[in-house]
Structure formats: structure tokens, C-alpha cells
């Protein structure tokens, strides 16, 4: 293929966040139990509602998606608001987060052995990206970062696509797209004239007319692209 650049989701896609994410807040919630002396099931009740009203209040942002305000939120919910406890919960959560994430497997082949510059595209807050970037051992081989912190959007929205060829110096027809989410990564892309590749999604979503290549694994996109 003759890409000249590859864009890139990082959560889901080059680590799987969902494994990390449900172990670091079941231990997280506990330690809100404890804290406030609240059954762990009324702790996972309070959070769910907590991040439907974050996510309300901030739809389309990257503080929806704030560890600290969630914590912050349920704890205002049940009268012990404290700062101290805010803090104690959201560093828990992420420093166990850190230390449970891995690289896909072939992601890091893949980042060595694709010669090309490389941006993350990602939604979220860009300290807990640098760390995770860091923290799986890929700061390396990623040249650019784009999060939607800085954007000011999240995708599926253009400007954070468009941020992310501005940064590489390259046309949309230059670029591939990779990424977990059809609706968020593969149409985001598309509607921008990126190609994509949509990783360990259904096969029956790819759509040639929009240049979406679904793929299982990075040992066979590093092939395919090669």
C-alpha cells in the first residue's frame, strides 16, 4: 500500500482498555465503599449515574470522560465530598489502570516494523494518554498526538481527523486510519476521504466504497500493508 502515514486510535486498539478499565474500578469502587460505608452494589449504582451526568453535562468533550469528576460527582451524591478522598480515589483507579495494560498482540511489531509516521487520534484527557503512550512502551514510534482535549471535539467530528493530517503534513488520500470504532474511527475517517482499517470489528462492516478494511489482528495488517 502506498500510505504515506498511519492515523491511530489508541484505547481498544492498540491496548484493550475495557480489561484494564473494569478490574482498576471494581477496585476502586471498593475502596469508595469502605471510605463512606456503603455496599459495594449502591457504590456501582451511584457511579453509573454519576457518569450519565458527567457525560450529559459534557457530551462531546474530554472532561466527559474524567476519572476525577466521577469520583468528585459521587461523592457530592452521598454528602462526603472531600478533597483528599477525590484525590485518593482517582489516583487508585489509575495507578492500577497503568500497571494492567499491555500491548495488543503484533502492536508493537507493528509500530516498529510500519516505517511511516504515526499520530494517535483518541478521545480523552492528554495527561492520562501520555501515560498510557509511555506506559506501554510506544512513545518511540509515535511521532504525533491528537486527543480531543485539544481538539476541542471527539470523534467522529472532522477537525480531530483534519488536526491529526495537519500535524503528519499529509493529504486525507495519504493517510490510513486504524481504529476499534466503525461509527467513531472507520466514518469519521471516511467522511474526511481517509481510508481505514477497522480492527476486530465485524467483518460484515467493511465497505469498500468507503475504503474500510476490517482486520483481526496486527500481524495481518503489518502484511497487508507492507
Known amino acids: 500500500m502506498n500510505y504515506k502515514g498511519i492515523l491511530l486510535d489508541l484505547d481498544n486498539t492498540l491496548?484493550?482498555?475495557d480489561v484494564a478499565h473494569e478490574e482498576a474500578l471494581t477496585d476502586t469502587l471498593t475502596l469508595f465503599s469502605k471510605e463512606?460505608?456503603?455496599?459495594?452494589?449502591?457504590?456501582?449504582?451511584?457511579?453509573?449515574l454519576a457518569k450519565k451526568s458527567n457525560h450529559i453535562k459534557l457530551h462531546g468533550t474530554a472532561s466527559s470522560h474524567s476519572r476525577i469528576l466521577y469520583f468528585q460527582r459521587?461523592?457530592?451524591?452521598?454528602g462526603a465530598f472531600d478533597f483528599s478522598l477525590t484525590l485518593k480515589l482517582e489516583s487508585n483507579y489509575w495507578q492500577l489502570f497503568y500497571s494492567l495494560i499491555k500491548p495488543e498482540p503484533f502492536a508493537l511489531e507493528f509500530l516498529k516494523e510500519i516505517d511511516l509516521p504515526k499520530c494517535i487520534i483518541t478521545d480523552f484527557t492528554a495527561m492520562a494518554q501520555y501515560n498510557k503512550i509511555i506506559k506501554l512502551d510506544m512513545d518511540q514510534w509515535i511521532t504525533h498526538l491528537v486527543t480531543s482535549e485539544e481538539a476541542g471535539v471527539e470523534k467522529p467530528h472532522p477537525f480531530i481527523f483534519t488536526l491529526g493530517l495537519q500535524k503528519l503534513g499529509l493529504k486525507a488520500s495519504e493517510v490510513i486510519m486504524i481504529g476499534d470504532s466503525y461509527e467513531k474511527d472507520c466514518l469519521g475517517a471516511s467522511a474526511c476521504g481517509i481510508d481505514s482499517i477497522l480492527y476486530?470489528?465485524?467483518s460484515d462492516l467493511e465497505d469498500l466504497s468507503k475504503g474500510i478494511h476490517p482486520f483481526n489482528s496486527f500481524f495481518d495488517i503489518i502484511h497487508w500493508l507492507e
Do not use: H, Q, W
Not at 463512606?36 to 453509573?48: E, N, P, V
Not at 459521587?74 to 452521598?78: D, Q, S
Open 200 to 202: 476486530k470489528g465485524n
Open 74 to 78: 459521587m461523592l457530592e451524591e452521598v
Open 36 to 48: 463512606t460505608g456503603l455496599t459495594f452494589s449502591d457504590a456501582k449504582r451511584i457511579f453509573s
Open 15 to 17: 491496548y484493550n482498555y
